[in-house]
Nanobody
Framework: QVQLVESGGGLVQAGDSLRLSCAASERTFSTYAMAWFRQAPVKEHEFVAAITWGDVDTFYQDSVKGRFAISRDNAKNTLYLQMNSLKPGDTAVYYC?????????????????????WGQGTQVTVSS
């Protein structure tokens, strides 16, 4: 069972950048599909970005395309989210999630129920 720990959140101004990290405990990290979700106050979890196990495909929510980039370093068992041109609307708790099952992943990578493993989250606050 993989354990996930996020870091890198903080308070920034609009237009600034942040890089989130998610450290995984599992040595087979490279076999997991990984994703970032976020949750703003009084809202449900929202898909942000995902990356497949072989680092072949990446997926993004429309509102972050061109601003955010998901990547992974399998040698370090770490997932990243580079966030540029941050906006106040990006304010949320950001969670990384992992999925070991590959069936139909490209059809429902954006669904929270797809991912059995979650980190504790890291707060990102963007002031205007």
């Amino acid at each position: 069972q993989v354990q996930l720990v996020e870091s890198g959140g903080g308070l920034v101004q609009a237009g600034d950048s942040l890089r989130l990290s998610c450290a995984a405990s599992e040595r087979t990290f490279s076999t997991y599909a990984m994703a970032w979700f976020r949750q703003a106050p009084v809202k449900e979890h929202e898909f942000v970005a995902a990356i497949t196990w072989g680092d072949v495909d990446t997926f993004y929510q429309d509102s972050v395309k061109g601003r955010f980039a998901i990547s992974r370093d399998n040698a370090k068992n770490t997932l990243y989210l580079q966030m540029n041109s941050l906006k106040p609307g990006d304010t949320a708790v950001y969670y990384c999630a992992a999925d070991s099952m590959r069936y139909a992943y490209r059809d429902n990578y954006h669904r929270t129920e797809r991912y059995p493993y979650w980190g504790q989250g890291t707060q990102v606050t963007v002031s205007s």
